[in-house]
């Protein structure tokens, strides 16, 4: 199989901050992959680079057979970006917007049919400005298939989206890769990368922490156990109780959760732990995992929604 | 309209051609200034409300300018025409050049196969079409309302120093964009930067009798008075044709240059980080 986008080793820092830090991965031709990972993972910095928006410090990139880096207009004639923010002029409507940047494209779509596929045929004529979020999204969508690429990247395409306007999105998306067109996507949302994607990258502090199909992420899963309860107080000592485990351990604050392969096991050394030491364990549960705590075991749940860098994640 | 299949192939066979799509670009770029009408209003309408209000207060009685004594509105005409130049070009694409950048419009092109100059080429080429409708629009109310003297010999001069003076304002409008950070910002140091200048500059008053030197230094120093002037020559009735002014015309060169230098190096096509992207992120929630 071709591969659309080759990615060996490529590291970006901004400052001290290494946003991406030795990731590689290969997206083959008609693939779409979903790069999931929570904000400051180095998503967007990874995805802008491979658009040529942004430079990279090192690393091998290929992309269409190009170097990003150094693609030109030729290279952005194949590919199709829906970047996170990018703005439109407002005051044109959507289908002059369509006919002012399709010009530039060697081989543009028709625009009555990338209306119709983005479901904006009542509002084509509207100028951009009196359109809802939803629908200026989908507006971006329009002009970043409008070139008829080869390669499309989703730049978090329903971040800030209702339930609805979500699964409106994913379907309008879902078309798309009926086209045989690759796809790069990134996303924060589990569901998304499953519901859309063929394979998914999970990125956590600017490494690839795993990569497979939804399947296979959740076949991983499911032989996991999980074992949660809240211990007494905030100061046991909380290695020794982790240490001789079989499955992967943390705390945060009092409640204490294992992802474990061999519960039986691990859930007599917490018992015996804690009976030695005289304590009750509150809330003590065990019960199967689902996909959202390996995801969250592996990007370390502490790492919630924090902005870093100048590449919103 | 839009070419389905390979449009007129060019020399690296992409799409329309380069001319072509910055025609269609000054075009899209025209339709939206139609349809802001706050632009519309200060580098088209006001300059025109300047002179009918100007001439209604002072009225018509003789007035010593630089150009020797003349009617009040043969000096207002060229003045507020000027004027409308500078608020088409200079204020306008300081502030849409800014927003452009702050919506991430400019990133977008960024991400396309259209070379950005081309869409650039397109804003100010729309800039500077209003800058030219603004002055017809005032030297025709001149010369039609009020009699003010325009000869056809002295055509091309008006012309020239249209040309020249234009060209400096639309330079500096683009340097301008690139030496504020956001959009915000824009509009007051575009203002706070015009208006002063347009008052030590011959624009709404001329310096009679024995201004401060140092009122005409800074009147000197910078390129709105030697516009003023040079336009404001062409049409005096006093003025020997071709009446060129070539050292006022200098310094308007001399300032393009300093400007192409600034815009050509400090000109960010991405947004300043934080500024923008939080407002661009709420245009992106559902209404």
Redesign the interface.
């Known amino acids: 199989m071709t591969k659309a986008i080759k990615v060996r080793g490529l590291t970006k820092a901004y400052g001290d901050l290494r946003a991406v830090d030795g990731v590689s991965f290969d997206v083959v031709e008609g693939e779409v992959l979903a790069i999931l990972g929570p904000n400051g993972a180095g998503k967007t910095t990874t995805v802008e680079i491979l ?3 942004r430079t990279r410090d090192g690393g091998d990139v290929s992309v269409l057979g190009t170097d990003p880096g150094r693609g030109g ?2 290279f ?2 194949r ?1 199709g ?1 829906v ?10 409507s959507t289908r ?1 917007a ?11 779509r ?2 009555d049919e990338l209306i119709e596929l983005v479901e904006l045929t009542d509002k084509a004529d509207d ?1 951009i400005v009196s359109l ?3 629908q ?2 989908r507006v971006d969508l329009a ?1 970043g298939l409008i ?1 008829n690429p080869e390669l499309i990247f989703l730049d978090e395409p329903t ?4 339930p609805r ?1 979500r699964r409106r999105s994913w379907d309008v998306i879902s078309n798309l890769t009926s086209l045989g067109r690759t796809i790069v996507l990134t996303t924060h949302y589990l569901e998304e990368a499953e519901y859309l994607a063929d394979r998914v990258a999970v990125m956590a502090r600017g490494r690839v922490v795993a990569d497979g199909t939804p399947a296979q992420l959740r076949r991983s899963v499911q032989s996991d156990t999980k074992i949660a309860f809240d211990l007494p107080r905030l100061d046991e000592p909380l290695v020794e109780l982790l240490e001789p485990l079989t499955g992967q351990g943390k705390g945060r604050g009092r409640r204490v959760e294992i992802l474990t392969p061999a519960p039986t096991a691990d859930l007599a050394h917490v018992t015996n732990w804690a009976v030695r030491r005289g304590i009750e364990l509150d809330g003590l549960t065990v019960e199967s995992a689902d996909l959202e705590d390996v995801y969250l075991s592996l990007v370390g749940a502490d790492d919630d929604s924090e902005e870093s860098g ?1 590449g ?1 994640g | ?7 007129p192939v060019m020399a ?5 051609g380069r001319m ?2 910055v025609v ?2 000054i075009r ?1 770029q025209n ?2 200034f139609w ?2 009408p706050i632009g519309a209003f200060f580098a088209l309408f006001l300059p025109v409300m300047m002179l009918v209000l100007f001439v209604a207060l002072f009225g018509s009685d003789a007035y010593t300018t630089e150009y020797g004594e003349v009617s009040r509105a043969q000096f207002y005409t060229p003045a507020l025409a000027v004027f409308a130049v500078a608020s088409a070009t200079f204020t306008n694409l300081a502030i849409n050049l800014s927003i ?1 950048r ?4 400019l ?2 092109v ?6 950005p100059w ?1 869409y650039l080429a397109g804003v100010v080429g729309s800039a500077v079409y209003m800058a030219l409708l603004g002055t017809v629009a005032v030297v025709t109310l001149g010369v039609v309302a009020y009699g003010v003297n325009i000869e056809l010999a002295k055509l091309p001069a008006m012309l020239l120093a249209l040309v020249f003076g234009a060209t400096t304002f639309a330079t500096w409008g683009v340097a301008l964009a690139a030496l504020t950070r956001t959009a915000a910002a824009a509009p007051a140091v575009a203002n706070a930067v015009i208006l002063p200048l347009a008052f030590v500059s011959n624009v709404f008053v001329s310096f009679e009798g024995d201004p401060p030197t140092w009122l005409l230094l800074v009147g000197d120093t910078f390129p709105l008075r030697h516009f003023v002037i040079s336009f404001g020559e062409a049409m005096s009735p006093f003025s020997e044709a071709p009446a060129l002014l070539p050292e006022r015309l200098g310094v308007l060169v001399a300032w393009t240059v300093v400007g192409v230098l600034v815009a050509s190096r400090k000109f960010r096509w991405e ?1 300043a ?1 934080g500024a ?2 939080a407002r ?2 709420r ?5």
């Open positions: 658009e040529g928006h207009r030729r952005r004639d590919i970006i970047l996170q923010a990018a703005g439109v002029d407002r005051e044109l002059e369509l006919e002012l940047y399709g010009a530039a494209y060697s081989n543009p028709s625009i100028r809802s979020g939803g200026r999204r002009l070139g971040t800030g989206f209702d306007a100048p919103h | 309209m839009t070419p389905r299949n390979r449009g690296d066979g992409l799409g329309a072509s799509l269609r670009h899209a339709r939206i349809r802001v452009r702050d919506e991430g419009i990133r977008r960024r991400g396309t196969p259209l070379p081309i947004p980080v923008s992207s661009s992120r245009n992106g929630q559902p209404g």
